[in-house]
């Protein structure tokens, strides 16, 4: 491997020097972008796969997190991270995406010292590498999600990080994190060690494969719940539509005319800017970066999705520790006049523009609080206090109140959420109720919403009547259901 992947030793220590002006205009872009994103960490409610982390990770009882952790579809280390977490910070819907707010601060830092160690400490490949780590658009959607996304995404780096460095020890250390991680990660470290195998880099190959070991242990561990048919049932096969996802959540809203931008700006630059792209074989860079192990992995991920369907847009913020540093390095070398300078520069204001606005869109959902098209928190709040309440998602609700409750936003004790059958042992008694309530809050309006129909149809069959009083809720339907005998 020497020879072909870059010693960070040779370079000497890592100085980012010449700072321009604009450079601390780039930094200042940076920590604005950083800090709308910590101030938007409550704005929304904690949405169904957000919840579920709760109640995975916000247990008392360590020994009950992990006996817990065996019916999940991802590897245990985010979860058992989070545990510790909230032990030490409190457990709250604050605390729950604080956490991958600083994991995404540490993965766009190691980003940038990759990008930069690549180029020689380049100014300019260090504000391209910075707008792209700490401003896009797949860093920004999952940096305040309670989800194991910008951790994975920091152990991905570190794992570029150190096999650059050529540490084997920390290398094959960050490998066993990322595989327990998410799956993804797993799935990049299986694709550099074949990847390596076939540059017949083989002190590097071993690392590797022994870094996935942890992760193939829990598979065994959760082989029961893992092999169900039901795991994963909602990912469609592979389209056109998955990688027009994916371009949009890298570069943001409308990607086909932003590509288009992007290829007019090359033929404007290559005519009057200067821009002059050298011929000479990318291939180093992109071993060194990682991208040719994660195109890798890609292919195998896509492949194995036409037979068993596992590849999801959201997942594929792996790639992005391996494509910034690239992206960055080609970027910063181009070598323009000034005609060429002042246009990129203009078009790199229109992209800022459009991840500044529309790219903020799901984490700023303004007074609604909605959140992956999930009304959790305003069902919470709207039914403190109140008795005998019911819902298909009986369990979200409950978790939603504890959060809620955390937060001071409900009165303390909260009556229990029920499901169908405490609904029917309930109609069931004698007396009925006077009052109780129904509710629901789904990302698919047309399947969950509708799921609460049943349960109005079961307590109008006794001989309630039923009221809806969520009509200023667009993802969430609350009713007031009263008897009158």
Excluded at 3 to 10: A, F, Q, T, V, Y
Excluded at 114 to 135: E, H, K, N, T, Y
Excluded at 194 to 201: A, I, M, N, P, Q
């Amino acid at each position: 491997m020497k020879g072909e992947i870059l010693n960070i030793k040779e370079l000497g220590k890592l100085g980012f020097n010449a700072k321009p002006l604009w450079m601390f205009l780039v930094i200042a872009i940076c920590v604005a972008f950083s800090l709308r994103t910590l101030l938007l960490i409550d704005a929304s409610t904690l949405w169904g796969d957000e919840l579920y982390t709760v109640g995975k990770s916000f247990l008392p009882s360590f020994r009950g997190m992990l006996g817990n952790l065996k019916g999940d579809m991802h590897p245990p280390l985010y979860d058992i991270s989070l545990w510790v977490w909230g032990r030490l910070l409190g457990q709250s819907p604050v605390t729950l995406r604080l956490f991958s707010w600083l994991t995404y601060l540490a993965a766009g830092f190691i980003m940038v010292r990759q990008a930069s160690v690549l180029s020689g400490a380049s100014p300019r490949v260090v504000a391209i590498a910075m707008l792209f780590s700490f401003c896009s658009p797949y860093p920004i959607r999952f940096a305040i999600e309670g989800r194991s996304y910008s951790l994975l995404v920091f152990l991905v780096a570190l794992l570029w990080w150190w096999r650059n460095a050529e540490n084997r020890v920390f290398y094959g250390v960050a490998a066993g994190l990322a595989g327990l991680t998410h799956f993804y990660g797993m799935a990049i470290v299986l694709a550099v060690a074949t990847w390596d195998g076939l540059k017949r880099r083989w002190d590097f190959v071993s690392p590797a494969l022994l870094g996935v070991i942890p992760g193939l242990a829990y598979i065994f561990y959760a082989f029961d719940h893992l092999s169900t048919s039901g795991q994963a049932s909602w990912i469609p096969r592979p389209s056109y539509g998955l990688f027009e996802e994916i371009l949009a959540r890298g570069i943001g809203i409308w990607p086909l005319p932003k590509l288009a931008i992007f290829a007019l700006l090359i033929v404007i630059l290559r005519r009057c800017g200067g821009l002059n792209i050298c011929r000479r074989s990318k291939l180093p860079l992109l071993d060194r970066c990682g991208v040719m192990p994660s195109l890798l992995m890609v292919f195998g991920v896509v492949t194995i999705s036409f037979i068993k369907p596992i590849a999801f847009s959201r997942y594929f913020v792996v790639l992005t520790p391996a494509a910034i540093p690239f992206l960055a390095n080609q970027l910063g070398s181009w070598d323009l006049n000034r005609f060429g300078r002042s246009c990129c520069l203009f078009v790199l204001g229109l992209l800022l523009a459009s991840w500044w606005g529309p790219g903020f869109a799901d984490l700023d959902t303004g007074v609604s609080g909605i959140r992956e098209s999930d009304q959790f928190r305003s069902v919470s709040q709207r039914t403190s206090g109140l008795v005998n309440r019911f819902s298909p998602r009986a369990r979200m609700f409950n978790l939603s109140d504890h959060m809620e409750l955390s937060m001071g936003r409900i009165p303390l004790d909260p009556e229990p959420w029920g499901n169908y059958s405490d609904l029917k042992s309930l109609l069931e008694s004698s007396p009925l109720p006077k009052e109780l309530w129904l509710a629901n809050s789904s990302t698919s309006a047309n399947r969950q919403l509708t799921a609460l129909q049943s349960y109005q149809d079961q307590v109008e069959s006794v001989g309630f009547t039923c009221h809806d009083r969520s009509a200023d809720l667009s993802h969430a339907r609350i009713l007031q259901c009263e008897y009158i005998p």
